[in-house]
């Protein structure tokens, strides 16, 4: 069998370590995995170094080393996500429920309005921004560009939107302000970019059906 | 046939019970043993083994031994007691399975159905 050079398994290290992985157990089963695989591709089909290496990429991780790590990742943390979603979902449906409320109580001119406001923006602060930063996270190197400006776009919006109703209910200067950068943001960025990744991966999905 | 969705809700119980037969393995012996014990008609994606091999080291079920090999640490996964157990159980459920999807797709079944 095989045995890489010192140049050789330092090119499959850097390979690896390019990836960022950050489970070290895990790095070592792919850097051991390669080293097979590459040094099997070399000896059985007479392959250079340089292309049995990218063979044994391409086999062993198609999408990339962060992407298995991503998977192990998933696996592990499988009932922290599950729960994090639950509470995500929670906090969207409330968040949603108060300001829903508060802008009929308003309109009608009903007592309470502002306990639905307050208890809008509470969940949406410490329940619903708590779980999306979490998804965020755990998926940010999956993220395109344009997704992570959709994120951004709307956790600022909707907080700025937010906030700023807070601040005109108690005649805080700089409520407008907030209003305006926050719808100016959903309207101009969130929506548009919403919209338009929707659209796309709707064709994507249909030209890949029919 | 699309093996690699049949296999997917079976790989952890596959690794269990490799595990039990040959003592010790690691990542790419384990792929290579599937691959050759169905004559190659279960080709599973190499890099899917290891959340399924590290979420069974994470549950207990499996402990792995590193070992310096050169510059390079190959790490030889073991079955521990709760492991044994779980691979029995696994087993069992999945044999039952296999029995009831077997009668259910044999030729006669079909043709009284």
Same mark, same amino acid.
């Given at each position: 069998?095989?045995?890489?050079?010192?140049?050789?398994?330092?090119?499959?290290?850097?390979?690896?370590?390019? $990836?960022?992985? %950050?489970?070290?157990?895990?790095?070592?089963?792919?850097?051991?995995?390669?080293?097979?695989?590459? *040094?099997?591709?070399?000896?059985?089909?007479?392959?250079?170094?340089?292309?049995?290496?990218?063979?044994?990429?391409?086999? !062993?991780?198609?999408?990339?080393?962060? $992407?298995?790590?991503?998977?192990?990742?998933?696996?592990?943390?499988?009932?922290?996500?599950?729960?994090? =979603?639950?509470?995500?979902?929670?906090? $969207?449906?409330?968040?949603?429920?108060? /300001?829903?409320?508060?802008?009929?109580?308003? *309109? %009608?001119?009903?007592?309470?309005?502002?306990?639905?406001?307050?208890?809008?923006?509470?969940?949406?602060?410490?329940? !619903?921004?708590?779980?999306?930063?979490?998804?965020?996270?755990?998926?940010?190197?999956?993220?395109?560009?344009?997704? =992570?400006?959709?994120?951004?776009?709307?956790? $600022?919006?909707?907080?700025?939107?937010?906030?700023?109703?807070?601040?005109?209910?108690?005649?805080?200067?700089?409520?407008?302000?907030?209003?305006?950068?926050?719808?100016?943001? !959903?309207?101009?960025?969130?929506?548009? !970019?919403?919209?338009?990744?929707?659209?796309?991966?709707?064709?994507?999905?249909?030209?890949?059906?029919? | 046939?699309?093996?690699?969705?049949?296999?997917?809700?079976?790989?952890?119980?596959?690794?269990?019970?490799?595990?039990?037969?040959?003592?010790?393995?690691?990542?790419?012996?384990?792929?290579?043993?599937?691959?050759?014990?169905?004559?190659? =008609?279960? /080709?599973? =994606?190499?890099?899917?083994?290891?959340?399924?091999?590290?979420?069974?080291?994470?549950?207990?079920?499996?402990?792995?031994?590193?070992?310096?090999?050169?510059?390079?640490?190959?790490?030889?996964?073991?079955?521990?007691?709760?492991?044994?157990?779980?691979?029995?159980?696994?087993?069992?459920?999945?044999?039952?399975?296999?029995?009831?999807?077997?009668?259910?797709?044999?030729?006669?079944?079909?043709?009284?159905?």
């Amino acid at each position: 069998m095989t045995t890489l050079s010192e140049i050789q398994f330092r090119e499959l290290e850097n390979r690896l370590q390019k $990836a960022g992985l %950050l489970m070290p157990g895990l790095y070592h089963d792919l850097l051991d995995h390669m080293y097979c695989l590459t *040094t099997k591709y070399m000896d059985e089909e007479g392959k250079s170094f340089e292309e049995a290496l990218d063979k044994a990429q391409k086999n !062993l991780a198609p999408d990339g080393f962060s $992407a298995i790590e991503h998977d192990v990742s998933f696996f592990l943390n499988f009932h922290i996500q599950l729960r994090m =979603k639950r509470i995500l979902y929670l906090g $969207a449906f409330l968040a949603a429920f108060g /300001q829903t409320a508060y802008v009929l109580f308003r *309109t %009608l001119h009903w007592p309470g309005a502002n306990y639905f406001l307050f208890g809008g923006i509470f969940s949406l602060l410490f329940l !619903l921004l708590p779980g999306l930063l979490f998804q965020f996270k755990q998926n940010v190197d999956q993220l395109s560009s344009a997704k =992570k400006i959709r994120f951004g776009s709307g956790v $600022a919006g909707v907080v700025l939107f937010a906030l700023g109703s807070a601040f005109k209910v108690f005649y805080l200067p700089g409520g407008n302000v907030q209003i305006l950068l926050g719808t100016s943001l !959903l309207a101009l960025v969130f929506f548009p !970019l919403y919209f338009w990744q929707v659209y796309k991966e709707a064709s994507a999905n249909h030209s890949r059906v029919a | 046939m699309k093996h690699s969705e049949l296999i997917k809700g079976t790989l952890s119980t596959l690794i269990l019970k490799l595990l039990e037969d040959k003592g010790k393995m690691y990542g790419y012996e384990i792929a290579q043993e599937i691959k050759e014990q169905s004559s190659g =008609k279960i /080709q599973i =994606k190499e890099g899917s083994l290891y959340p399924a091999l590290h979420k069974l080291e994470a549950d207990g079920h499996v402990w792995a031994e590193e070992v310096f090999l050169g510059k390079r640490i190959r790490r030889y996964y073991h079955l521990t007691q709760k492991g044994k157990t779980q691979s029995t159980a696994d087993l069992n459920e999945l044999r039952q399975f296999l029995s009831t999807i077997s009668s259910m797709v044999s030729p006669q079944n079909m043709l009284t159905s």
